[in-house]
């Protein structure tokens, strides 16, 4: 199972070499969870980028995936891992998913890059506009 984190959707929207790399994870709907707080942070991200019917055109392909809803055991999971790795409340539901379904999460947020299960992009090490790093 895969998670795609916010900054990796972002990174398909604009058609980044980060969105080109997860390009093939999420297509592979069969294969990835979207955890309910990544809809919130896309659709918000994408409703100040472009506009809303932009935003929820975009979040309807989302929920061709498995969508994760936040209940107490996440809650408290993701509680915990905060606290372990020092995670803000939003990561840590997402890394909690991420462990809960013994997922693999890609993502280009620093936070995560050194925690199991990531597949960590890093936004500034590049080579020829190709990322090198993840």
Known sequence: MNVVDSSCWLGFVEDSSIGNAVAPVIADVEHLLVPTIVLYEVFRKLAA????VYANGFIQEM????????????SISAANISREFQLPMADSIIYATTIQYNAVLWTADKHFENLPNVRYFDKTQRENGIIVAF
């Open 63 to 74: 929920l061709n995936a498995d969508v994760v809803p936040l209940d107490a055991s996440l």
């Open 49 to 52: 980028m472009e506009d809303s």
